[in-house]
């Protein structure tokens, strides 16, 4: 099918919306930003030779912090084709139609939440990560009493700045998460996003935050969700926990999405977990000179190493090249080299996110070695631990 790929107009939007409702199983009446332009999101509509709708896309304008550096990137959401139209190459045209105009708007990498993975891993991206969601037994938090220095109190709206500012002092240094700034993610100026939030206080400054939701009952079934957690210290990560751990009566099950190494989780009792949900995440670069150059790297991490990368979907990426790194920069050159080592897109981002290692990448199928030549030299493109992405959208 020969399809135009193109931003949707306003007038577009309510048949966008429809398609992605039957696509979705979602609510059969729109929210109000659902038929209407949002600052910070470019929606693209595939359109087929009659001009009709098939196919819709939506890119989110995130940051991501990689190692105290934001990275510009393209949350892909709400790819969603017509029934008539699957299987006929809709999806790869508006995934790239959605990389080019990142790219013109200066992504550097793009993230997305799959419900089925091959037509993303067909378009460059792989799975780099799992946002899990576990449930706890309520009665098995530890009953931290916070420490003498340390206040608890309910949070207010007007607490919401300082709640957004600990978390980017928590994010900041861990790589793929998103920075929550921009016109996404703006907070009501009269009420919290959550039932209620819990702050911890050191002398008046905030070091700990747990945003939840309380649900429904208070018998065998009931729930608190926490939809948002973060510590700078481990006193106020276990003053957090004992304050969830007094719902135990009312909240037999606490639900939570530990972030792997993170003050919290080091004082969850995670052999007691048991998971909920999980959702998948994949990532693949948009530029892969920007994706190079825009993040830090760790400063102990030096050395060189050349490469071959070919993209169907953003042929700008095409081409050999030579990746350097040190003093916590890289940068990546063409050269005219003809190089040992050929690595896919997926390959690249699966080393970039360190997901894996050019050994790994070599057995997958996802880096092609010349004869006798070693894989090793692109662990330097893994440097820096694994990603996370904590945020669903």
């Given amino acids: 099918m020969t399809v135009t790929v193109r931003e949707l107009t306003p007038d577009e939007l309510a048949d966008a919306w429809q398609l992605g409702r039957l696509a979705f199983g979602s609510d059969p009446q729109p929210a109000p930003h659902a038929t209407a332009p949002v600052p910070g999101l470019t929606r ?24 105290d550096r934001t990275v510009c990137a393209a949350g892909v959401g709400g790819v969603a084709v017509a029934p008539e139209a699957r299987g006929r190459g809709v999806a790869r045209a508006l995934l790239g139609g959605l990389l080019r105009g990142a790219h013109e708007r200066g ?65 900041r240094h861990r790589r793929g998460l998103l920075t929550r700034r921009g016109d996404l993610f703006g907070h009501s100026a009269d009420r919290l996003p959550f039932d209620g939030l819990t702050l911890v206080e050191d002398d008046g400054d905030l070091v700990g935050y747990a945003g939840w939701n309380r649900g429904r009952g208070y018998r065998h079934d009931a729930v608190l969700t926490v939809e948002d ?76 190493v050349v490469f071959a990368l070919h993209d169907d979907l953003a042929d700008w990426n095409t081409g050999t090249w030579r990746l350097d790194v040190a003093d916590g920069d890289a940068r990546l050159n063409r050269v005219a080299t003809e190089p040992d080592l050929r690595l896919t897109v997926r390959g690249f981002a699966l080393l970039y996110c360190g997901a894996t290692d050019a050994r790994a990448a070599a057995e997958a199928g996802l880096l092609h070695l010349a004869a006798g030549a070693d894989p ?16 669903y959208f």
């Fill in 107 to 171: 992504a550097a990498v793009s993230a997305l939440f799959p419900t089925v993975t091959a037509p993303y891993r067909a378009g460059g991206w792989d799975v780099t990560g799992v946002l899990r969601t576990v449930a706890l037994p309520t009665a098995a938090l530890p009953r931290h009493r916070p420490a003498p220095q340390l206040t608890l109190r309910a949070g207010r709206p007007a607490d919401l700045p300082a709640v957004t500012a600990l978390y980017e002092r928590v994010a």
């Fill in 44 to 67: 693209y509509g595939a359109f087929d030779e009659r001009g009709l709708l098939v196919g819709k896309a939506a890119d989110l304008h995130h940051d991501q912090w990689w190692d």
């Fill in 229 to 304: 957690i973060a510590a700078s210290t481990d006193e106020a990560a276990r003053a957090l926990i004992g304050a969830l751990a007094s719902w135990q009566s009312v909240t037999p099950t606490l639900r939570i999405c530990p972030l792997p190494g993170d003050a919290v989780s080091a004082h969850l009792p995670l052999e007691a977990a048991r998971e909920h949900e999980r959702d998948l995440w994949m990532h693949r670069p948009v530029d892969v000179t920007r994706a190079v150059a825009d993040r830090g790297w760790p400063t102990h991490l030096r050395g060189s």
């Fill in 376 to 391: 090793r030299p692109l662990d330097l493109l893994a440097g820096g631990g694994a990603a996370h992405l904590h945020d």
